[in-house]
Each structure stands twice: as C-alpha cells, then as structure tokens.
C-alpha cells in the first residue's frame, strides 16, 4: 500500500478490486479527489445520477465484480435512491462513493452539507460514513467485498477534505481476498432428493438468480433427468433457463389463480434461484393446490427466508442442480405441457399502423443468440418473452424493482463491459424519457447499443390498468407531441424515426448484422399502436 494521502491509498485500493471505471456525475464535494485523475482510472460521464447507478447496474452484471458509482452528496444520492434500489434487486455488486461537506465544519451544517444517513433507506446492503479519513480507504475495499456478499449496493459517505489527509500506512480494515466455498454435501441433499423422488410429476420454476452459464448448466441436466417442464418465475429480471428449450413451459402467470392453474399437474415445485413465489396483483388463496410440496434452492438469504417453501436450501443453484442431476435416477420427458414456438404476428396490411409485436418480431429474427435484450416495456412485456426468447446467459435484462429509467443507462453499462455481445435496449417511449440523459454518455464514449423505443405517446400500461380498474377514465393526458428521436439526437446520440413495417424491415437489416462491432449508437423511434391488452 502507497503512502502519501487518503486519496493516494483509495486509489490503490480501485484497482486492486479492479473498481478503475467510475460513474459519476460529479459535484464540488467530489472535485478533490477527481482533479487530476491518474490516466490508470477512467472516469465515464452520465448526466443524472439515475443514470450514473443504472450504467454501473448494467456493468456490474455483466462483469460480474463491482462497480464503482460517485455521487454528489444530498443531491446526487436523492437522485438516485430509486436507481439504488433497482440494483439492490437486481443483485448487482456496486459499490457507491457518496460525497460530504468539508468534515471540519460539519457540525454547523454548511452550504452543501448532506443529511445521508438513511437517506437510501434499507436498500443498501451496507453503508458506511467511516470516523476517520484514514479509514475511507479501508471502508471502500470492504464495501467491494460487503457488495458481493450482499448483492446489492454498498454505500460509503467521504467528507471533501479526507482525500487531502495524510495515509501513513494506516491499517486498511478489509482483507484482500473474500473466499466464498459452494461445495454441498450429498447429505445435506438427502432431503431435497428424497421430496423429488417421491413426486411423481416434479416440476422447475427457474428464476433470476440462475442465471449463469454453471447454473444453466446444471438445471437443463436436472430438468433432462427428470423430464419435467421448466418455467420462468413471472416478472423475473434475468432468464434462469434456456428459452428455446424444449422444456421451457413459459413464464408464470403473476396472480395466484393462474399460478395453481400453472402448476395444478405436478405434486412438488423446486424453485431454483427464483423466490416462492414472485406476485403482482393481489389474489386471495393459496400459491399452489393442496398436496403439492414446494422447496426452493437459493443462494440470497432474503429470497429463502422469506419463501413459504416445505425445504429451503441456501446454496449455490448451479452446484445443488448439478449434484441433483447427478444423483437423481432419469425420467421419461413429459408428452406435453411445454411451450411451442410462439407464431408470428400477420404482417400489417399497407396503411396499416405497426404493433410491438411486429418490431419483437422482426428483431427475434435478426438477432444471434448471443445478444443481451434490455426490456423495459411494461405493456409490451408478454410479446416481448413469447417473441423474444433468452438463448444465453444474460440473454434478457429487466428492472426487477420495476420503476422505470433502467433500460438505457443499463444498456450503455453492460455494453461498455461486454463489448462483445450485441446489446439491445427495448423501451416504451414513456419508460425512456426516464433515462434518456445515457444516450449522451452512449454517444460520447463511442457505446454501440441499439436503442428500440416503442413510441405509442402514452403510459399504455396505465392506461390498461385504469381501465381494468373500472373506476372512468384515467386523468393522465397522452405526450403524443414529444419526439423521443429528436431528444436522442441532442443529446449526440444518432436516431432514425421508422413509420411503416417497410422501413422497420430495412433499418434492422442494415443495423443488426453489425450490431456486435457497433461503435456509434442509435436509436429507433418504432411508432406503435397501444396494445389493447394487460396480463401481468
């Protein structure tokens, strides 16, 4: 470790954890330690703090490590308290530098001076405003540590004038390395494996918390062995299974009468990496039929303690499934209940206006299995999973809190730290005016994301949902008059408008085939009709 200032010893510690990417939208309190920024750490831009946290949301899941967001004290935390909590549920490892007034003269409340204590609530999984200068140092490199363990959210507060403070050397109160064993003993198994075998028509409900290639992996092996569908928890963030797989049932119904309709044919469910069960709307009743024994295997403690599960194993999914497929005698494959390939939406007539399910479409066709599909279309969101289905790993991308403002700095995130993979961001219009500041960061840092913004001129889903309410006609006003191409290119970010199916067809046919080796990004402004229907 260096000696020199505060600030000379958090540098070291960023590239030890490998943090030398930091998102920020900077203010005053920030400045001391980013003035002069050695050429070793980039600094990335965004211009509104929802978007600093969502960027660093989408480049921590794809880089699998932390994530290094810097805010600006109230301001910048209040900003994106809602960014924070998407993160935290999405289970993304990012660490968050808050900015504070001068620590010498806190105590009269100076111009500036934040009351962040709590200000995030409980959706960090650990905060920190460490008593010393020469502790921030240490409290950074825990918080890497306390992000990945907690996945989620690490919030550490830094006073202005620590990072002038001398080091010395001082202690650093976080070790180097974090050791996280996953091995399972086959005894510990010996319940979950004797529940299975007594079933005589198991089913899985795969979740986001399995997906990886390892678990992946190990699931396709233990649905194959067992013959038995697999379906995808219903508003999950990320897929859990293949879903091209012959196996693949769908999503689940997020109503508790469709949920028992679901799964009425089978005797136990084993949820793997997916919580028991994830809701929308509520609906009296039981989750599942009398008689039909639930266990759920999950490495997040929350998600199992929560479960109303028989069996609870807080493991690793991809070591339980594979141990379990290892273990388990293998079963015929079921004759039926799994999903088929979802049919093509009839092509409009000419003069006919285009629907989401005809962009889902056309993309669906061009993209290569290895593409990353950002969704954040809530009324869209069924065409998108029947059309659009998950062939990799972080195939499919969502917010899991489900507050909107996540698609675009997500996209631009995890294509900057997989620079490989094709990334596409699909949105509704009214979802993307809530993140549109990342197009700026997208066009300036050179981040080839395509952009596909479904353009109806209203929030459709509330639309919906007013209507199946029943209570009159919503009070909100349609925004038919805003131009989501237009914004996109003031902020520097190419844009094209498309009209007809004609014009859909050819922009995704010159853009998609170069969409892995992109450097520029572009929007598309998609006009759409509002879908008529809402089955959350």
């Known amino acids: 470790m260096t000696t020199g200032t505060v600030r000379d010893a958090t540098f070291d510690v960023l590239r030890s954890t490998g943090m030398t990417t930091i998102f920020s939208n900077p203010g005053s309190t920030e400045v001391p330690l980013l003035a002069g920024l050695p050429e070793d750490l980039e600094f990335v831009l965004a211009l509104h703090e929802g978007s600093v946290v969502g960027m660093a949301t989408g480049w921590a899941l794809a880089r699998e490590r932390p994530a290094l967001a810097l805010l600006h004290t109230t301001a910048g935390l209040g900003n994106a308290v809602g960014a924070i909590a998407t993160a935290r549920v999405n289970r993304a490892p990012v660490v968050v530098v808050v900015g504070q007034q001068d620590r010498r003269h806190l105590a009269l409340e100076p111009f500036l001076a934040g009351r962040l204590h709590g200000l995030a609530g409980d959706y960090p999984v650990w905060v920190d405003q460490p008593a010393r200068a020469q502790d921030v140092p240490g409290a950074i490199a825990r918080a890497a540590h306390e992000a990945v363990t907690g996945r989620g959210p690490a919030l550490v507060v830094v006073p202005m ?82 879903q091209d797989h012959p196996l693949f049932a769908g999503i689940l119904p997020a109503g508790r009468a469709g949920l028992r309709a679901a799964l009425r044919r089978h005797d136990a469910v084993l949820a793997v990496g997916a919580p028991v069960f994830r809701q929308y709307p509520y609906e009296p009743g039981p989750l599942v039929e009398p008689g039909t024994r639930v266990a759920i295997v999950s490495d997040d403690p929350a998600e199992v303690h929560r479960s109303p599960a028989e069996l609870a194993f807080l493991a690793d999914p991809g070591v339980v499934a594979a141990r379990l497929a290892a273990l388990l005698p293998a079963r015929p494959r079921p004759a039926e209940g799994v999903v088929r390939a979802a049919a093509a939406p009839s092509r409009p007539a000419p003069g006919e206006p285009l629907r989401a399910a005809h962009v889902m479409h056309e993309l669906a066709l061009r993209l290569p299995p290895e593409a990353v599909v950002v969704e954040e279309t809530p009324s869209s969101r069924p065409d998108l999973h029947r059309l659009m289905p998950a062939r990799r790993p972080l195939g499919f991308l969502s917010a899991a809190m489900g507050g909107l403002g996540f698609a675009l700095p997500a996209a631009v995130g995890l294509r900057m730290a997989a620079p490989s993979r094709p990334v596409v961001a699909v949105a509704g219009d009214g979802s993307a005016i ?57 902020f520097g970010c190419p844009a094209t408008r498309v009209d007809s199916y004609d014009d859909l067809v050819a922009v995704l046919d010159e853009i998609v085939p170069d969409l892995g080796s992109r450097t520029e990004p572009l929007l598309l402004e998609v006009t759409v009709i509002p879908d008529t229907e809402f089955h959350p």
């Open 161 to 242: 004038d620590d990072w002038a403070a001398d080091w010395e050397g001082t202690v650093l109160a976080a070790p180097q390395v974090v050791a996280r064993p996953t091995a399972v003993d086959d005894a510990d198994l010996a319940p979950l494996l004797a529940l299975i075998e007594a079933a005589e028509s198991p089913v899985i409900v795969s979740g986001a918390g399995a997906d990886s290639p390892r678990v992946w992996e190990g699931l396709v092996a233990l649905a194959e062995r067992l013959g038995c569908p697999v379906w995808q928890e219903s508003f999950g963030a990320r897929a859990g299974f293949p």
């Open 434 to 490: 809530y993140g549109i500041q990342a197009l700026w960061s997208a066009a300036h840092y050179s981040v080839g994301a395509l952009f596909v913004v479904l353009a109806n001129g209203r929030y459709a889903v509330m639309d919906r949902l007013a209507e199946k309410n029943g209570a009159g006609k919503a009070p909100w006003p349609a925004f038919t008059e805003v131009s989501l191409s237009a914004m996109a290119r003031s």
